[in-house]
């Protein structure tokens, strides 16, 4: 099984509609990511946690919401989808400060909106 | 502002050697990292590189150099299961990964 998995890995969904993608790891580490990807872009951060009571925004995170229910699960909300929010998303996890470039990613979650 | 550039694609011949380079500028500085990803799939890390000088691990090395914000990823015998994207990505003074766009190595016979 992955350490860190992602559900669902596809999603086609309406303008408008509330979705949520679920993410679990087994590594037993703090630190979890919300990372969006569009061709071209890289990889862009929406938000991060580094344990269950500490929640932070990244880079884009309007229009997104996050909550994290226990060390292994954090889950990541569109409250309302947009077409402009179809990308592939990639929750990710790491240790703490000194090995906090190393991440460990989910297999994704590719979302499409129309 | 915070910013990592490297070649958007490269073309190599399977057997060869390749080099892919970065720059960075960012807010304080933690490390370069190196990662891969098949199209379709997630990243996977590669290497990381604290310290000025070259780090090998098989037939992938990476060089840093800090006083330069430059760093470079240097792949050996090239297989065509190594077609990929390449992600350089340096953590900052907060210990948050800057990510640069990545570049895609295509491998030919």
């Known amino acids: 099984d992955a350490d860190v998995t992602q559900t669902p890995r596809n999603r086609i969904t309406k303008t408008g509609k509330r979705i949520m993608l679920e993410c679990s790891q087994t590594k037993g580490h703090d630190r979890m990511y919300w990372y969006r990807q569009d061709p071209g872009l890289g990889l862009r951060l929406i938000y991060y946690?580094?344990?269950?009571?500490?929640?932070n925004k990244g880079e884009i995170s309007d229009g997104y919401s996050v909550s994290r229910q226990a060390q292994a699960k954090f889950s990541l909300s569109l409250e309302s989808a947009i077409p402009n929010q179809t990308a592939l998303y990639f929750c990710?996890?790491?240790?703490?400060?000194?090995?906090?470039?190393?991440?460990?990613f989910g297999e994704g979650s590719r979302l499409t909106v129309l | 502002g915070q910013n990592i550039d490297q070649p958007t694609e490269m073309t190599a011949t399977e057997g060869a050697i390749v080099q892919i380079n970065c720059t960075y500028q960012t807010s304080g500085f933690n490390g370069l990292f190196w990662y891969q990803q098949h199209a379709g799939e997630a990243p996977t890390f590669l290497s990381y590189?604290?310290l000025d000088g070259l780090e090998e691990k098989g037939r992938f090395s990476s060089f840093l150099s800090r006083s330069k914000g430059y760093s470079y990823l240097l792949l050996k015998e090239l297989q065509m299961k190594d077609s990929a994207s390449y992600l350089c990505?340096?953590?900052?003074?907060?210990?948050?990964?800057?990510w640069g766009a990545g570049t895609k190595l295509i491998i030919k016979p």
């Open positions: 990710a996890t790491s240790e703490g400060t000194v090995h906090a470039g190393e991440l460990f």
């Open positions: 946690s580094f344990d269950v009571k500490d929640i």
């Open positions: 990505a340096a953590l900052d003074s907060n210990y948050q990964l800057i």
């Open positions: 590189n604290v």
